[in-house]
């Protein structure tokens, strides 16, 4: 197991989605002296805390400029890619790739790990899985865990797995990745997920995160109330999640599997719409909406 450091707990609450919280952990890691490395992922991991609390107008300033570390230019261009229009994210992506054909980006994993989760949200899977493959870093062997389950190559996912327990067994990320797993091969095991989640939710408190991920651990071992309840929970006005797309997204489909009224999901929906016009849930709904508007039409006398 690898000895904890001064930023340990930043990156532990980062990981379980308490990001306002690892912002507060950084602050006061910064009031510690440490060494530079250290120092350098401490900028970083408040950028990606601001990124993940959609403060993308302080990630750009403070990650843009050629002066800065080629780590925080790639999170400025994540902070670029999620608040542009899609029609704009293709040229971010292209700045992207042209930041990283940067020879400093062959060993910089920071900025690998970042491509990564940009390429994933413009559904390049190529892409970020080359950022990962080689699994440098915990946080690589993690991703890679969860790229192979979209592609559906389970064995390569365990091999990743394996090696992320092999570096720390009860660290967070290989927890998390063994949840992943247990949701990804179906009701069977989706128990384990849920004992997981339910273990890091009492350790370190839930977050909208853990919320999500329980309710699907749940809704895939058929238990729908209690998926339910979790969701119902990160929509709460304790955890502010009411605009939150995941928690929106499950809490839609999961009342489609109680049968709820669509007049019960009609406010969920109108929030999705309405704050998250370019999900693909969003996309796709609407798709589905306009043609059987096309096609009712038709039948009209």
Aim: net charge negative; glycine share 6%.
């Amino acid at each position: 197991m690898s000895e904890p450091d001064e930023l340990y707990t930043v990156r532990a609450q980062y990981w379980l989605g308490h990001y306002a919280l690892s912002l507060d952990e950084a602050r006061q890691a910064a009031r510690r002296p440490m060494p530079p490395h250290l120092k350098s992922e401490r900028e970083e991991l408040v950028l990606r805390a601001q990124l993940a609390l959609g403060n993308y107008d302080k990630v750009i300033a403070d990650g843009s400029g050629m002066d800065k570390p080629l780590s925080m230019q790639a999170l400025a261009l994540h902070a670029m890619y999620l608040s542009s229009s899609l029609d704009a994210r293709p040229s971010v992506v292209d700045n992207l790739k042209v930041l990283m054909s940067n020879p400093e980006a062959a060993s910089n994993t920071s900025a690998q790990l970042t491509a990564c989760h940009i390429y994933l949200h413009a559904n390049l899977l190529r892409e970020a899985l080359q950022c990962v493959h080689h699994g440098l870093t915990m946080e690589h062997l993690a991703m890679c865990v969860q790229i192979y389950i979209k592609i559906d190559r389970f064995d390569l996912a365990n091999e990743s797995f394996n090696l992320l327990k092999q570096a720390d067994e009860d660290s967070i990320l290989a927890q998390l990745a063994s949840a992943y797993l247990a949701i990804a091969k179906g009701s069977s095991s989706s128990a384990d997920a849920v004992h997981i989640f339910g273990g890091l939710s009492e350790q370190y408190g839930p977050s909208i995160m853990l919320l999500n991920c329980m309710a699907v651990a749940n809704m895939v071992a058929g238990k729908y109330e209690a998926a339910e309840g979790n969701l119902k929970e990160a929509l709460s006005e304790e955890f502010g999640g009411s605009n939150n797309a995941d928690a929106l997204v499950n809490i839609v489909v999961c009342g489609q599997h109680m049968g709820r009224k669509p007049a019960d999901l009609e406010r969920y929906l109108n929030a999705l719409k309405a704050g998250h016009a370019d999900h693909p849930f969003v996309q796709g709904l609407v798709q589905v909406e306009s043609a059987f508007e096309r096609e009712s039409s038709k039948y009209v006398s």
